[in-house]
Structure formats: C-alpha cells, structure tokens
C-alpha cells in the first residue's frame, strides 16, 4: 500500500479539488449519453395534420406501406420519427 502526503494542500482545497475533477467528467459523459425519450406516437388526424394533407392520404400512405401504422385496440396510431423519416428529400 502506497501513502500519499499532500504538502501545502488544505483539506478544503483538496475537496474543491476533487469536487471540479467529478464535474469535469460528468460533463464529458454528458457529451456522449443522453437520456432516451419515450416513442411519441401520433393519431391519424395528428399525422394528417403534420403533413398537411387529408386524413384519406394518410390512409393511402398506409395501404402503399409508405407509412407504418400500429394498433390498440381500434386505434391506429403511427410513430412520429417513422413519419418524419418516410419524408424524402426530391433532386430536380
């Protein structure tokens, strides 16, 4: 076992110290993991109402596999960053 003598360091200064060292840390942890945020899921009428578009387009979309939809119960219900993803960028 190693001893470890602070010379000319107060306890209250090696408690600062130690204390900004952790904050460093946590905050480069920061960087790299962030919280995951639940799945947001939209009803037909709100997806027909982000895409601007008629509730009979979001059903088209759906019978042609554009979209992907879900169900409970007789709900469909449509996850928001599938919707978003299935938006394509057009070249002219």
């Not at 190693?2 to 900004?20: A, D, G, H, R």
């Not at 946590?26 to 962030?34: A, I, P, R, V």
């Not at 799945?39 to 554009?66: G, Q, W």
């Amino acid at each position: 076992m190693q001893t470890v003598q602070f010379i000319s360091v107060t306890p209250e200064q090696l408690k600062n110290q130690i204390i900004e060292g952790v904050k460093s840390q946590l905050e480069d942890l920061k960087k790299f993991y962030q919280p995951k945020e639940p799945k947001k899921y939209l009803t037909r009428a709100e997806v027909s109402k982000m895409l601007s578009v008629d509730i009979s387009t979001v059903h088209n979309l759906t019978k042609r596999n554009v979209l992907e939809k879900y169900q409970i119960g007789g709900r469909c219900l449509y996850l928001r960053s599938q919707v978003e993803n299935s938006i394509v960028k057009v070249n002219n």
